[in-house]
């Protein structure tokens, strides 16, 4: 074989091997940045949810920031921030302290919230594909074997 081609053969080798690792880089800094955005007013469909007792959210996420202001039944809203590293989030809902830890869990967003007395529970927020409707389950028990409620919400 001669120089020359021998010099073009690998500078090709080369620059696919590059043109290769810049894609795989691009497509794994893709994938992680698919996680669902959770971002819009939201309304109960109290036909598909067993405990409607939230009447409407509107969630304002920009990662790794979530808040969340949900307005019960009642009417008296309350807001409650997030953030999904897993830290400590510190809010006080009706009163009461409660620290909440978030993460993901694939796409879908866990929170595990505890109170000062011991209480915990855990609540898994998911989104369809389209994005257009939140499911919410709550579960008292650690391994969120069985859920206490189910809260399906839609994106106005």
């Known amino acids: 074989m001669n120089i020359r081609f021998l010099a073009i053969r690998?500078?090709?080798?080369?620059?696919?091997?590059?043109?290769?690792?810049?894609?795989?880089t691009?497509?794994?800094?893709?994938?992680?940045?698919?996680?669902?955005?959770f971002?819009?007013?939201?309304?109960?469909?109290?036909?598909?949810?067993?405990?409607?007792?939230?009447?409407?959210?509107t969630i304002n996420h920009k990662e790794p920031k979530v808040v969340i202001t949900s307005t019960p039944a009642n009417g008296d809203s309350f807001t409650i921030r997030l953030t999904t590293d897993g830290k400590?989030?510190?809010?006080?809902?009706?009163?009461?302290?409660?620290?909440a830890q978030t993460r993901w869990e694939g796409d879908k967003l866990v929170t595990l919230v505890r109170d000062p007395k011991g209480m915990q529970f855990s609540e898994v927020r998911s989104l369809s594909e389209d994005g257009?409707?939140?499911t919410i389950e709550?579960?008292?028990d650690p391994g969120r074997k069985q859920?206490?409620?189910?809260?399906?919400?839609?994106k106005r």
């Open 10 to 24: 690998n500078t090709l080798w080369a620059f696919a091997l590059t043109l290769l690792a810049v894609v795989l």
């Open 147 to 154: 859920a206490m409620f189910r809260r399906v919400m839609v």
């Open 39 to 57: 971002s819009g007013q939201w309304e109960i469909d109290k036909e598909k949810s067993t405990r409607p007792d939230v009447v409407s959210e």
């Open 138 to 140: 709550g579960f008292m």
């Open 88 to 99: 400590d989030n510190l809010n006080i809902v009706g009163g009461r302290e409660m620290t």
């Open 26 to 37: 691009a497509g794994g800094l893709f994938a992680q940045s698919q996680k669902p955005d």
């Open 132 to 134: 257009h409707v939140q």
